[in-house]
């Protein structure tokens, strides 16, 4: 069983839609991180939670400690958003991530 | 733009052989990881160095080794390469006692024919 699972494993979306991407961990963690990776391979960080809930621009991540469990969730979808998304949870040192598979998110317009 | 560069972008060559990724941070950025992304095995943490010591190990084959240099630049090195080696490398960085925000570089990208 993966440390980190994730689901789903793939998602497509009309334009417009409201998106949940689900994560669930087994580990003891200090944080958890968000990325996002484009098609053409590079990754952005898009959030690091180690509590409750943050919001950036159209994007929200939650976390529950005690559940172990953060969602991502993308509301107003746009094809700009189609990427892998992939949680990842932090034991110990600061990049010390344990990476889930990845949510591959297509959005159609 | 992360401001996280790496050099090659991709990079061919034959099993047995040696190579070496380099790593420049954002500027500021004292700590440096090393990720390996592979088809079968997805993103794995290899190795951080911070301020030139290596801080933290992940699944680092014994093949391959690190370094972080006085201009805080890194390098990873693969030697003996085989063809699982692969993969997509990622060098990030990030601010020493910050929120835990990562920085990552575009990745190189080895195929070992």
């Known amino acids: 069983k993966n440390e980190v699972e994730q689901s789903p494993q793939n998602l497509t979306a009309q334009e417009g839609e409201f998106i949940t991407i689900n994560c669930s961990y087994s580990?003891?963690?200090?944080?958890l991180h968000w990325l996002q990776q484009h098609p053409g391979g590079g990754i952005v960080s898009l959030f690091m939670?180690?509590?409750g809930k943050k919001k950036h621009g159209r994007l929200i991540a939650t976390i529950n400690i005690q559940e172990k469990h953060s969602s991502l969730h993308i509301t107003a979808s746009h094809p700009r958003d189609s990427a892998v998304y992939i949680c990842?949870?932090?034991?110990?040192?600061?990049?010390?991530?344990?990476f889930g598979k990845g949510t591959k998110l297509s959005v159609k317009p | 733009d992360s401001g996280v560069t790496q050099t090659p972008k991709h990079l061919i060559t034959a099993t047995g052989q040696r190579v070496t990724l380099r790593c420049s941070p954002r500027?500021?950025?004292?700590?440096v990881y090393w990720y390996q992304q592979s088809l079968d095995q997805g993103l794995q943490f290899l190795i951080q160095?911070?301020?030139?010591?290596?801080?933290a190990k992940g699944n680092i084959l014994e093949r391959f080794s690190a370094q972080q240099f006085p201009d805080l630049h890194s390098e990873l090195n693969l030697s003996s390469l085989e063809l699982g080696d692969s993969a997509l490398y990622f060098c990030?960085?990030?601010?020493?006692?910050?929120?835990?925000?990562?920085?990552f570089g575009e990745g190189s990208r080895l195929t070992v024919l």
């Open positions: 990030a960085s990030s601010v020493p006692l910050s929120t835990g925000e990562l920085f």
């Open positions: 580990v003891g963690i200090s944080a």
């Open positions: 939670l180690s509590s």
């Open positions: 990842a949870a932090r034991e110990g040192s600061q990049g010390n991530l344990i």
């Open positions: 500027s500021g950025d004292l700590s």
């Open positions: 160095y911070y301020n030139g010591e290596e801080r």
